[in-house]
């Protein structure tokens, strides 16, 4: 065969691929035939995220995009045959219904509310969640009160549209305000069937929890991004410094990971406490994370608004002999790539308040409009969950949300082991805001009059003095442990006692 004729035979088995609507178009059909994201997930065999990713403007490829194409194109053609065949009377719900205004409950009394359309099947109940084989206005409901779990005790006073206390009011699936009694603990449930399937046994029910933390973990964050302001894009484009340079080694960002020992020890002998700081992944879930894909810029300029990493000439650290470097160990000289929470650490104590270092100089940057909170109610999430667990003795949960919040961290750059979430940047921010948070308590031990002697990693902070006025001890994420104590020094000054020994 010719170049040419390769070349021919190339075109002619090239495919079209399937055309999609406008990213604000998919998500909409999917909301209009109320639909989960994990719905639709499981239908076309990838994860919730994945979906999330897609409706906020990644396309998808391949076979995958046929099948997307295929259901959004269905969802078009199933709400327009759901609108022709509406009768009069019978509108979908407005905006502000779906913000929770004022709407009428089909067991309020007179109106069309009664006048249900038959599901396929059967579909929880919006009111009660008991299934339903009706829906009106697109949502599934008993059309009979006695049927329904939730059935009104008080009736809606016509003349000001108010509700007394026990009316319900309808509002979409997933976005029903629940009482604390009737949400959903998949951590606890969890943990009890775990334990139910391993007839009481804590060893094997851990085992087995902490072996599927990962797609729980997935599972938990789309669970609490619900309703978020912001969509997850899971598998954006990225910038070639976060990909590894060799199938197993790194990649070109540095995470200040410290690695410290004091040079010089005060004279004399001296009993050291090795702390461990609780939960620093944890509490590194809350840090500036960019929301959409990275977009590089150059200049010296840092806006707090946005996040990702920066290429910095770092300053230069002249307080080593008491403060580790807030870069970590770095023996090679020159600009290199660091984290936003580097960036902003560096940013801070070259500022009025403390005056430790200049300000580093940045070169370029890879950055996107960021939040403090896009991850915050996944962080609650498990704090609570852990803090309750630890109140209750229950170590079984504790390791189980300590493997989610470690490996949820670990296996969001390039895992085989986590396909929903391809975030590196993320991974590398998480980590380098546990460095940072560490450095900061290192800071505040050394201000509150402790002699700094280690600090290592996100969680290891080894000091002399009396810590407990500085640092509260306890389990909890605010709190520290002692994780060893051990004498360092020697009763005399050796060379005092050379000099009385000659």
């Known amino acids: ?82 609108a022709t065949a509406r009768p009069a009377g019978h509108e979908p719900p407005t905006a502000e219904d779906e913000e929770g205004g004022p709407q009428a409950s089909p067991h309020d009394g007179d109106g069309d509310g009664d006048d249900g359309e038959a599901l396929h099947r059967e579909q929880p109940c919006v009111l009660c969640g008991r299934p339903a084989r009706h829906q009106v206005a697109g949502f599934p409901q008993h059309l009979d009160p006695g049927e329904c779990g939730t059935a009104p005790t008080g009736e809606s006073d016509a003349r ?27 951590i ?37 991004r619900r309703g978020g302001r912001y969509d997850i894009v899971a598998h954006p484009w990225i910038p070639d410094i976060l990909r590894k340079q060799t199938a197993r080694g790194p990649d070109r960002i540095w995470e200040a990971r410290p690695k410290w020992a004091r040079p010089e020890l005060p004279t004399g002998r001296h009993q050291v406490t090795a702390l461990d700081i609780n939960g620093a992944y944890l509490s590194a879930l809350k840090t500036h994370l960019p929301i959409g894909q990275l977009e590089h810029s150059s200049g010296f300029g840092h806006d707090r608004r946005r996040a990702g990493v920066h290429l910095i000439t770092p300053p230069v650290w002249e307080h080593d002999a008491v403060l580790p470097n807030p870069l970590g160990n770095r023996d090679e000289p020159g600009p290199l790539w660091v984290t936003e929470p580097t960036l902003r ?25 960021a939040t403090e909170n896009l991850l915050e109610k996944f962080r609650v999430a498990l704090k609570e969950a852990r803090e309750r667990a630890i109140a209750e003795e229950d170590e079984v949960t504790v390791e189980y949300v300590k493997a989610m919040y470690s490996k949820f961290v ?28 560490l450095w900061m308590k290192a800071y505040k031990a050394h201000e509150e009059g402790l002699v700094v002697v280690r600090a290592m990693g996100t969680d290891e902070l080894h000091v002399l003095g009396e810590w407990r006025r500085v640092f509260p001890e306890g389990r909890g994420v605010s709190e520290v442990k002692v994780k060893d104590t051990y004498t360092v020094g020697c009763d005399t000054d050796p060379v005092a006692a050379d000099e009385h020994g000659d």
């Open 1 to 82: 065969m010719t170049d040419f004729e390769a070349i021919d035979a190339l075109l002619a088995g090239a495919r079209e691929e399937a055309p999609l609507p406008p990213a604000g178009e998919r998500r909409a059909l999917r909301e209009e035939l109320n639909l989960s994201q994990a719905q639709v997930a499981q239908a076309l065999g990838v994860g919730p995220s994945t979906v999330g990713g897609w409706e906020a403007g990644r396309d998808p490829s391949g076979e995958v995009r046929d099948k997307y194409a295929y259901f959004l194109e269905g969802a078009r053609t199933k709400l327009a045959e759901r």
């Open 345 to 369: 650490l560096l940013l801070r104590l070259s500022g009025p308040k403390y005056a430790l270092c200049d300000p580093p100089e940045i070169h370029e940057s890879f950055t996107s409009g």
């Open 188 to 224: 606890r449930e969890a943990v009890a069937a775990a334990l139910a399937a391993h007839f009481g046994d804590v060893e094997a029910a851990t085992a087995a929890l902490v072996a599927r933390a990962i797609p729980d973990a997935m599972a938990l964050l789309d669970g609490t």
């Open 160 to 186: 000001t549209g108010s509700e007394s206390a026990g009316t319900v009011r309808v509002v979409p699936a997933g976005r029903r305000v629940r009482t604390a009694d009737e949400s959903p603990d998949p």
């Open 410 to 437: 670990s296996t969001m750059g390039e895992s085989n082991y986590n396909r929903e979430l391809y975030r590196p940047d993320w991974m590398h921010l998480i980590r380098s805001q546990a460095f940072a948070n």
